[in-house]
């Protein structure tokens, strides 16, 4: 199986900038996945990382490390709206490619 | 589009009593997965179906759960003999390809009393 470790809870100023990593052990990796969840409501997909580097999408950006079994997320110019919890996924080769999600960073954005 | 819709979105139910949840995918998606969701918990895997065919259990899925994918389209999960550890919330989500990411509904909220 796959063990996908994440911190629990960050706080951060609403303005800056803020770094959620995840690590994971795992063979035969095929991609990470971010999603954000707000409370109540349904994961929403943020971005995909399958090669190391850093994919840039808007105040997001993502970043893997095949080697170092590590990814982080960036969030830029945080705004209130941001709070929310922060999921790290992932997928391995075989079988049917299912996703194996970490237990979320809660994220709280404070003025 | 109109996103993955599941229903009823909230769900109380007394011990022992059996429910049914629906899902329907995104039309033009062919996979479809369940999830389970406690607080302060990732979504824990559940099921998986490539059309009708129901590719993978988890071995957490104990034989109260059983769940259908009849004609490709929308699926059912329906929990036999609910036990207050049943609570949780239930999501479904689908994809169109392997590579692709899951796109979630917002859940079926379970409450065992």
């Known amino acids: 199986g796959q063990n996908i470790d994440q911190p629990t809870e960050m706080t951060a100023t609403e303005g800056a900038i803020v770094q959620i990593n995840c690590t994971y052990q795992t063979s035969g990796f095929n991609g990470l996945f971010w999603y954000q969840q707000h409370a109540g409501e349904a994961p929403t997909f943020l971005s995909y990382n399958v090669l190391d580097g850093l994919e840039e999408k808007g105040r997001f950006s993502s970043f893997l490390s095949r080697s170092k079994g590590y990814s982080y997320l960036l969030l830029k110019e945080l705004q209130m709206k941001d709070s929310a919890s922060y999921l790290c996924a992932v997928r391995v080769r075989g079988g049917s490619y299912i996703p194996t999600f970490g237990r979320g960073t809660s994220l709280i954005v404070h003025p | 589009d109109t996103g993955v819709s599941q229903d009823p979105r909230h769900k109380i139910t007394k011990r022992g009593q059996n429910v049914t949840f629906r899902c329907d995918p995104i039309s033009e998606h062919n996979r479809l997965y369940w999830y389970r969701q406690t607080l302060g918990q990732g979504p824990e895997f559940l099921t998986y179906f490539q059309n009708e065919a129901q590719l993978e259990k988890s071995r957490l899925l104990s034989d109260r759960f059983s769940a259908e994918r009849p004609k490709g389209s929308f699926s059912t999960l329906e929990i036999q003999r609910t036990e207050q550890g049943d609570s949780a919330m239930y999501l479904c989500?689908?994809?169109?390809?392997?590579?692709?990411?899951?796109?979630f509904g917002n859940g079926t909220r379970l409450t065992v009393t």
């Open positions: 989500a689908s994809s169109l390809e392997t590579e692709s990411p899951l796109h």
